[in-house]
């Protein structure tokens, strides 16, 4: 069975600083998919990115991007120069198929 | 823009009673779903609908039933609601799983049920 591990419940960081979210995964697939969404305080969950199991480069959106490490089943997100409008709830989710499989999720505050 | 709407943002109801959560979007998806949100336990699909009233269980069905009589809209089911579902329900959508892997899903805002 696929799991998604978000080892992280909760962190902060200063605003205009960088943040890593881990995640890890466990699959005997070898096509799959990976996604980070986010889900602001009191709005609706939205993507911010996906990576493909089977490219090797990095996905990066803007000042988000993601270290994909198939071998170690490791995809953690980056953001960079921090905004208070990343304050949300980050989910990790793996999908093979049309179901999706999320993690715990990780509550990122973002300071002033 | 995709929009994702639920019936309720927030509801209350009595345990025993018959409960309906109602979803429609409006971006012609093939696939529905409904997910329940409880803090440490991220997020559990309950059931999902690939089309007009083709459904399949999720991770955790029992208690939850589903009805898809057309494409935009999926409704999920509380036949006798319990205190353990208390919980956020959130509805998603998607275009079809194509060559290209699984699409992005969509969510609507959640409602956020109380059952007292």
């Known amino acids: 069975a696929q799991t998604v591990t978000q080892s992280q419940p909760e962190m902060s960081v200063q605003e205009a600083e960088t943040v890593t979210l881990s995640c890890t995964y466990d699959?005997?697939?070898?096509?799959?998919?990976l996604f980070w969404y986010k889900q602001p305080p009191s709005r609706q969950m939205i993507l911010v990115i996906r990576?493909?199991?089977?490219?090797?480069q990095n996905a990066t959106e803007n000042r988000f991007s993601v270290n994909f490490q198939k071998a170690a089943k490791s995809f953690s997100l980056k953001i960079s120069d921090s905004q208070l409008g990343d304050t949300a709830m980050y989910f990790c989710a793996f999908s093979g198929t049309y179901k999706y499989i999320f993690g715990t999720g990780t509550r990122l505050k973002v300071l002033a | 823009d995709v929009k994702v709407t639920q019936s309720s943002r927030y509801l209350v109801k009595r345990t025993g009673e018959k409960v309906f959560l109602e979803c429609v979007q409006d971006?012609?998806?093939?696939?529905m779903f409904w997910y329940r949100q409880d803090p440490g336990l991220g997020l559990r699909l309950i059931y999902f609908s690939y089309d007009v009233k083709m459904k399949e269980k999720g991770d955790i069905p029992e208690g939850y039933s589903v009805s898809r009589e057309k494409k935009e809209r999926f409704s999920l089911i509380l036949e006798s609601a319990s205190t353990n579902q208390t919980s956020m329900y959130l509805c998603a959508s998607s275009l079809p799983l194509l060559a290209g892997g699984p699409h992005e899903q969509y969510f609507g805002p959640g409602t956020r049920l109380t059952v007292t």
């Open positions: 971006m012609d998806h093939e696939n």
């Open positions: 699959t005997s697939e070898n096509n799959y998919y």
């Open positions: 990576q493909e199991a089977y490219k090797q």
